[in-house]
């Protein structure tokens, strides 16, 4: 656990994105955007709407391709990767709503978001064989822990469709936690959450960097901001204007200008 | 009696062309209006692999006196074959109504091409002369030759049936489920899209394939107007009618479609003077049917179910669950989602 005694922005970077550039028609949505994410470190990425960070979060998990720039993980060049191959480099990224599979129970659900992907071949399913429905039965019951970690055991057979908005966010999570990530792109976590469950939230996202992992969340509730991320990154019409803890920001007058004074501080 | 068993066997072989589109739909959500043009090329190579060389003016291709099984196993590798370069156009980077068009346009042009090329199969007039396949080599006459097909068939349908059932459970057939719910979440998760769905897509034209096969010994001759690009519309129906996704589902619902619909409107009264009445009524029927069940009953007769976890620590109350998908959202889910992507990347 050598990483996390050192300060946040001394650590190794585990994340180094350089001079993205992207644009929609005539409108630059990321322009010259850097910033680095240091390794087992949970960075914030804030703006206000239209700063170009959902953008950024799909340059970097590769759903979308840039105009420029450059994006290394762990010393890998993800810009021209398919978004499952950053993935399989251990990149798992969230979106804006919880996207669950909302025919598939909820352990289901959480099966695929575990790794191992040699349980399923087609072959293997349609024969079945000794060897995946052993694996397959281990998968199950590092499943279920997880979903005992998060509460959702009594949901385990339920299509994950019917969930509440809060209960997905927790799936998600499980999700999350089921792919043993080394960055976690999370993409305004708190949508739709109360405030128990945000704290829930924010120290599954502690536990992330406790096991070493990065984090890297985009989103407006700052005080989530503040209270889980080491780092923050504040973004305005496409670019970085300001990064560092958080507290080294509040003074900040380009921030302020940009972000925090036009909103309502939490 | 024979009427009867030559209606099973049609019904059993058309269950193996509708377990196979649901591998490709019921699982992996893709729309494929090609899916008949698959039934049909291998209908097409298996009668031209096993009658010989045509006699002029006659024209086809191979002209081959292959046995008829040997015959069935080539026409599954060239229709796979066929179907891989449909797939990897078809399959990659488009969604939801732009593959549905894509796989459309693609057997338009099979169905085109095979009425008017005649030196393929013989244009307009189609190939013949696939007799009671393998009856000679077994010793079976022209009478038991109908019930030894129909048992033939049967058994390939159980087989199919038991493995496709097998797959649905899979750790694949959970991963196709996914991919049919949200694919971005799952190439998120690591997965490759495009190759899951391939693979579906392929082992879908298998089974198509191997319909095909028998397809030919059942009707000795096949032509154009033996088969249309929307058959695949009533193999829809028996899908959605069963259950989407659900095995038994989709035998019970070609059952009902082809039995109760197809068959039953046969015996509707002649309308004097109007011969074409009641075949059109029964299109118009199973047309209907389709609209009343997205629109009633869009989970179908028997439902899709969640795998059951009876693992340790099962939940209180985590009884088996049948629930109800609804079709047309179920549909319309994918080019939503579509729309709205597209909606937000031109604000930003």
């Known amino acids: 656990m050598s990483t996390l005694s050192i300060p946040a922005e001394q650590r190794s970077s585990a994340l180094d994105v350089r001079g993205l550039c992207i644009s929609f028609g005539g409108v630059r949505a990321v322009d010259q955007c850097s910033f680095v994410v240091p390794e087992a470190t949970a960075v914030g990425l804030i703006g206000p709407n239209g700063a170009g960070k959902s ?130 792109i999370l993409d305004e976590p708190m949508g739709g959450v109360n405030p128990v469950l945000g704290e829930r939230i924010g120290k599954a996202v502690r536990s992330l960097i406790g096991q070493g992992s990065s984090v890297v969340v985009v989103e407006h509730n700052l005080r989530f901001i503040e209270d889980y991320c080491d780092l923050v990154v504040v973004m305005d019409q496409g670019a970085v204007i300001a990064e560092g803890p958080y507290d080294s920001l509040r003074d900040n007058p380009r921030v302020v200008a940009a972000y925090l004074g036009d909103v309502e501080y939490a | 009696m024979i009427y009867w068993v030559a209606i099973l066997t049609e019904a059993c072989i058309f269950a193996i062309m509708a377990l196979g589109l649901n591998v490709v739909w019921g699982m992996s959500g893709d729309f494929d209006l090609g899916y008949y043009g698959y039934v049909a ?39 796979v074959l066929v179907a891989t370069v449909v797939g990897m156009v078809a399959l990659r980077g488009l969604r939801a109504i732009y593959f549905a068009l894509t796989t459309l346009g693609a057997v338009s042009v099979l169905y085109v091409v095979v009425q008017t090329y005649t030196p393929l199969f013989n244009g307009f007039n189609g190939v013949a002369g696939l007799v009671d396949p393998m009856g000679n080599a077994l010793g079976i006459d022209y009478n038991q030759y ?58 879908g034209a298998v089974l198509a394939a191997i319909a095909g096969g028998l397809f030919a010994a059942f009707l000795g001759a096949f032509n154009p107007s033996a088969w249309a690009p929307q058959e695949v519309l009533t193999l829809y129906a028996g899908v959605l009618v069963g259950g989407r996704g659900n095995i038994k589902g989709v035998i019970a619902g070609v059952l009902v479609v082809y039995i109760g619909f197809v068959e039953l409107t046969r015996s509707l009264p002649e309308i004097a003077g109007h011969p074409e009445f009641a075949p059109a009524l029964r299109q118009v029927l199973i047309g209907l049917l389709i609209i009343l069940f997205l629109r009633f009953r869009p989970q179908g007769l028997i439902p899709e179910r969640l795998s059951v976890d009876k693992g340790p620590s099962a939940g209180a109350g985590s009884a088996d669950t049948s629930y109800r998908r609804t079709g047309l959202a179920a549909l319309a889910g994918k080019a939503g989602r579509l729309r709205l992507t597209k909606a937000s990347g031109g604000v930003r």
């Open chain 2, 41 to 79: 090329l291998s209908t097409y190579l298996t009668i031209v692999l096993t009658v010989g060389q045509p006699l002029a003016p006659v024209k086809y291709i191979l002209g081959n006196n292959l046995p008829y099984v040997v015959a069935v196993a080539i026409a599954v590798i060239i229709t």
């Open chain 2, 146 to 203: 109908r019930y030894f097909l129909l048992g033939l068939c049967a058994a390939v349908l159980l087989v199919v049936a038991v493995l496709t059932s097998r797959l649905s459970r899979s750790p694949f057939g959970r991963l196709l489920r996914a991919v049919r719910d949200d694919e971005d979440a799952v190439a998120a998760f690591g997965r490759s899209v495009y190759k899951t769905k391939l693979k579906a897509y392929l082992l």
């Open chain 1, 55 to 184: 953008t950024a979060i799909d340059l970097i998990s590769g759903f979308k391709a840039p105009d420029s720039g450059t994006v290394v993980f762990r010393g890998q060049e993800l810009i021209g990767m398919k978004p499952h191959d950053i993935s399989k480099l251990g990149v798992v990224r969230t979106f804006q709503s919880p996207r669950e599979w909302a025919s598939l129970s909820v352990l289901d659900n959480v099966l695929i978001g575990m790794r191992g992907f040699e349980r399923e071949t087609m072959l293997g399913g349609l024969f079945r064989t000794g060897r995946q429905r052993r694996a397959e039965q281990e998968a199950r019951q590092e499943g279920r822990e997880l979903l005992e970690d998060f509460g959702l055991t009594k949901l385990k057979n339920d299509p994950a469709g019917s969930l509440s908005g809060g209960q997905k966010r927790l799936l998600e999570f499980a999700r999350i936690a089921a792919a043993h990530p080394s960055l976690v």
